[in-house]
């Protein structure tokens, strides 16, 4: 009895000692491929503290919605390999909305900054939950839910993002309906808009059919 305690005892030390760098961490090494399980770990004799700094958080040109973003999440930043987490900000001028989108699997934290930027989700029994938030404040959006926002007020908005994927995915409702090649036909039974509006709006968002 005694001996299999010791064996056992000894057994998980030796299994803690040589994991304890391995586990810290696992900086993605972007030259293999991402799997399910994240991406493989970049060599520890290679790492820095360099790979935990990403210092390209920049906002971009305003995207097709006019909305400036910018993402730091596994596929730019490596450090975020296996932490479950990204995130994202963006700025809105006057009047720029974000379009109705969700992330599968995701939930959303949102802190307000500079401006009026009101913001919202919509159940799964579609209730609206709407507010305008003040600077400094957070709010949640639970996963998976359709959500928009926009500048209710005057000058920028400004907002940080953080997601509870480091990979996170996003469907917009506008491509999903308008961007792609989804009969139009099919669009107007499911959506009752009629076919001159579908035209159009495949038109804005590049879709055919
Ligand atoms: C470390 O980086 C160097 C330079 O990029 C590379 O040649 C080497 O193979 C890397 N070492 C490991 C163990 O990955
Ligand atoms: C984006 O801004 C431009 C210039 O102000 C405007 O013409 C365009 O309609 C806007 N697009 C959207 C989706 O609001
Ligand atoms: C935000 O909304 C409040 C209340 O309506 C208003 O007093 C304030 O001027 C607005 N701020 C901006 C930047 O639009």
Do not use: W
């Not at 040109?61 to 596994?74: E, G, H, I, M």
């Not at 996963?143 to 920028?156: A, P």
């Not at 036909?185 to 579908?198: E, G, M, P, W, Y």
Request: with cysteine.
């Amino acid at each position: 009895m005694t001996p299999t305690i010791f064996f056992l005892f000894g057994f998980l030390l030796c299994t803690i000692n040589s994991h304890v760098v391995a586990r810290d961490f696992c900086i993605a090494d972007l030259n293999s491929r991402d799997t399910p399980a994240g991406y493989p770990c970049k060599s520890p004799t290679n790492i820095t503290v360099d790979d935990f700094v990403f210092s390209n958080f920049k906002l971009g040109k305003p995207n097709q919605f006019n909305s400036s973003v910018a993402t730091a999440y596994v596929g730019n930043f490596p450090a975020l390999n296996g932490l479950g987490f990204s995130i994202a900000r963006g700025e809105l001028e006057e009047g720029v909305t974000i379009p109705l989108h969700l992330h599968p699997d995701t939930s959303e934290v949102v802190i307000a900054g500079s401006g009026n930027y009101t913001t919202g989700f919509i159940s799964s029994d579609n209730v609206v939950y709407m507010k305008t938030l003040a600077e400094g404040d957070i709010f949640v959006i639970p996963k998976g839910l359709l959500h928009f926002g926009f500048n209710s007020g005057k000058g920028k908005v400004s907002a940080l993002f953080v997601l509870s994927h480091e990979n996170p995915s996003i469907q917009i409702v506008d491509l999903a309906l308008f961007g792609n090649k989804l009969d139009s036909s099919i669009i107007q039974k499911t959506t009752f808009l009629d076919d001159a509006q579908i035209k159009k709006l495949k038109a804005l968002f590049k879709g055919s059919g």
